[in-house]
């Protein structure tokens, strides 16, 4: 296939946004948005540094390539728009294989009414997509990882470590409970846009996307709000059969596993009830795993309480060197 | 580096965009812009498919990936504001050489007022480059492929076949006239902001800007707009010393060869004038190049007279597969 035929295989008939002025087809895309801030973001996926076609099919590629971008649309609080996909494509993809790639993306852009208004691809030796999302958010409204306060609670969505613990278990095949659903949490997270939207009714959220593990996402809100935050441990919500895997990777993968794409965030304590009653409307489970604190040091850390009540510092890892 | 510090170390201290709300350092930037319509495209560009280090320093390839997304802009009438980065970095990139790119891109973006907001840092096998950027133009002006009309005068910007010329050049090293004009042709183009801006006060023009060549960009406009287009090869402008090259590659060149970052267009015989005046404003050479025709066919095709005035179909070349 050239480039016309596939561009033109993967070009929307029709636009879901009404803001949508010109789509694909020109040197640009255009669109209007008059009464919202706009709220962007670029994310790169490289084949066999991010993602490996021996654990994940093209269209699970494309799905939780697009749904690392939403989730980071959502830690800012935006309804998600539009993506435009720049893609570099080895000869040794086949067109039918890009083009399942290309349906994962639209499934869960399908989702979230999202409109792909542009994108490039080109020749290379290994394939990397570049995915650059676009959503709006009330002005003003954004929610920042500087937000955070002393006093406030610390809280996270969904259940940590399933996406690590799906890729585990995707690559030690063997006697595993609820294989499909592990599977399901690493190829097809579903990020909480619902969730983020509806924190618009709070006064302060600070929020943060967790795709490098909660201990980093809360040493990056610690260091944006110049506070430290304490985290117990064995408040983390993991799922029920979490417990199957050994001890030690448990509390790896749900510190510092990353990529389950859950919001970590910290809310004042008089806003608590009210961000239950969000959780509630939009089905999302919350949980308070911890505290900012009201110490007045100048030292910005987070800290990890553990099952024996000692408190130690909990430093960023998982964050290699440019992966 | 890390990821970390090689951030740090390219992010702005400051934004020239008072429509910036946040830039660099959470999950997402946010801009504002209520009375414009926002703009954006992305392109990507891979080491040793678009670029060699063989003909170019870091500082150029960042340079001219940036004017080639510029250029774009450019094409739609709007005007740069931003630009976010991914980039694949493999073990063989020093750091200096890194930041030498981004140098070259800063330098280039400094001279259009535009702000870095975004970008992702990842390893790979091989440097790719993925530019997204953002401009505004006032609403509803945005130009496009697709306004070109019957009657209409196709004209073109600058000199074509100099980026080419410079390639050759630094290819086949020998006696070549203006080396370094050449050299910088292919380097450091300068994509025609300005001149697009002013366009603005005219009413209607097509507009499109020559990465891939005058021949493939004048089909694109015949397409979208459903006309046929005639252009005399020998009008075509060319730079005083571009005769020292064989004639063969200057046809080949000028017609087919891309990367100019010129614009291309059409525009009524009736708004020439004006458009003259806008050229002569901004110092942006502009030249009557061919015409749109008259004709009632529904072939949409663009075709070439060349010196023994016999007129031959210009069909779409230069573009491969999947470059």
Redesign the interface.
């Known amino acids: 296939m050239?480039?016309?035929s596939?561009i033109n295989s993967i070009k929307q008939q029709t636009y879901k946004q009404s803001s949508v002025?010109?789509g694909i087809?020109?040197?640009?895309?255009?669109?209007?948005?008059?009464?919202q801030?706009?709220?962007?973001?670029?994310?790169?996926?490289?084949e066999e540094?991010?993602f490996s076609r021996a654990t994940m099919d093209p269209f699970h590629i494309g799905y939780r390539s697009l749904a690392a971008n939403i989730s980071?649309?959502a830690?800012?609080g935006?309804t998600p728009a539009f993506y435009?996909?720049?893609?570099?494509?080895p000869k040794h993809w086949a067109d039918e294989e890009l083009t399942k790639l290309y349906k994962g993306m639209d499934n869960l852009a399908t989702i979230h009414n999202m409109d792909l208004?542009?994108?490039?691809?080109?020749?290379?030796?290994?394939l990397?997509i570049?995915i650059?999302?676009?959503?709006f958010?009330s002005?003003?409204n954004?929610r920042?990882?500087?937000s955070a306060k002393p006093g406030d609670i610390l809280f996270v969505t969904g259940t940590l470590g399933d996406s690590q613990a799906g890729f585990h278990i995707l690559n030690n095949p063997g006697r595993f409970k609820e294989k499909e659903y592990y599977y399901n949490k690493h190829r097809m997270p579903e990020p909480r846009v619902a969730f983020a939207l509806e924190l618009g009714s709070l006064s302060r959220v600070a929020?943060?996307?967790i795709s490098d593990g909660i201990a980093n996402e809360a040493n990056e809100i610690s260091e944006?709000s110049k506070v430290s935050i304490t985290i117990y441990e064995d408040k983390l919500p993991t799922s029920t059969s979490y417990k199957q895997f050994p001890v030690k990777l448990q509390r790896e993968w749900k510190l510092f596993g990353g990529e389950d794409f859950e919001l970590v965030g910290t809310v004042a304590k008089a806003e608590w009830e009210a961000m239950k009653l969000v959780a509630e409307r939009t089905n999302t489970p919350l949980k308070e795993v911890g505290y900012v604190d009201f110490s007045k040091s100048d030292e910005h850390k987070v800290f990890g309480v553990n099952q024996k009540n000692k408190k130690k510092l909990l430093e960023k890892k998982g964050?290699t060197?440019?992966?």
Do not use: C, P, Q, W
Not at 117 to 126: F, L, M, P, Q, R
């Open positions: 050239d480039e016309f596939f002025v010109k087809g020109d040197d640009a895309a255009v669109f209007r948005n008059t009464s801030d706009i709220v962007t973001a670029v994310d790169t996926f490289v540094v991010h980071d649309l830690a800012m935006a435009l996909v720049s893609i570099v494509i208004i542009g994108g490039d691809t080109v020749s290379g030796k290994e990397s570049s650059t999302v676009i959503g958010v002005k003003g954004a920042y990882r500087s929020l943060n996307d944006a964050y060197h440019l992966e």
